[in-house]
């Protein structure tokens, strides 16, 4: 009896290169096309000292960022339908410009609600007995905050949906997978620390690669939501 054949270990083929190098690409292209479509809160970034001091400001400006999302979301569903054969230039500006009347509205409405909360949030602060409040004012603006991303990567995904719709599938997600909701706000927090504290460098490198994290999360939440209703 012969002995055992030993396999031969070819090391990693061409197509998996291609895919390292469609995932590094869109990282690159992402984190530098968000600094361009945001470019004005990107600039006065690098240049205030203390962002803090300003935040309603800084806030304001983040009204360009909800456009930006569904174009660097849009460039992520290319890379998972094209494979290497990746485009995320020209996926990120179709999908601003396909989604931009739906998200620029939502991103819009966040920001107001969030500027809302926050000038709540110093007022109580000089009330006695008002510290009650602050949970509330924390829990409303993370819902805010979580039920706009995940709607924008809704509609991305389901272009076709009307809005209204979207987000009720949106706020669904955001208190059934409650610990995706957490994990979304973690990943948001550490983009947010890294842009205002090293503003160009935070920028060049962290996005992309979390925004992706979030990404696949909220396309596998809404797949498995889609998915329900042929399963019963």
């Not at 990693?12 to 361009?36: C, D, K, Q, R, W």
């Not at 960022?65 to 460039?75: M, W």
């Not at 948001?188 to 842009?195: K, Y």
Request: hydrophobic content about 60%.
């Amino acid at each position: 009896m012969g002995s055992p054949r030993k396999r031969r270990w070819t090391g990693p083929g061409f197509e998996t290169f291609g895919s390292i190098f469609g995932f590094v690409y869109t990282f690159l292209a992402g984190n530098v096309l968000l600094a361009v479509a945001n470019a004005p809160l990107v600039l006065c970034l690098a240049l205030v000292a203390d962002p803090a001091a300003g935040w309603s400001f800084f806030l304001a400006l983040s009204v360009t960022i909800a456009p930006s999302l569904a174009g660097v979301f849009a460039a992520f569903r290319s890379l998972n339908d094209d494979g290497g054969a990746v485009t995320p230039f020209a996926a990120f500006l179709s999908g601003y410009k396909r989604s931009f009347t739906k998200v620029a509205p939502l991103g819009l409405g966040a920001v107001a609600l969030l500027l809302f909360l926050g000038v709540d949030l110093v007022i109580i602060q000089s009330l006695p007995g008002a510290a009650l409040l602050v949970p509330l004012i924390v829990v409303v603006a993370a819902v805010t905050v979580s039920l706009t991303v995940t709607a924008i990567a809704g509609v991305v995904l389901l272009p076709e949906a009307r809005l209204k719709s979207v987000l009720k599938a949106a706020l669904f997600l955001v208190v059934q997978r409650w610990y995706l909701s957490l994990a979304m706000l973690v990943l948001l927090g550490i983009i947010v620390s890294a842009a205002v504290l090293q503003p160009v460098l935070g920028i060049a490198l962290a996005p992309a690669p979390l925004l992706f994290v979030i990404w696949s999360n909220a396309s596998y939440a809404f797949h498995s939501v889609l998915r329900t209703p042929l399963a019963s």
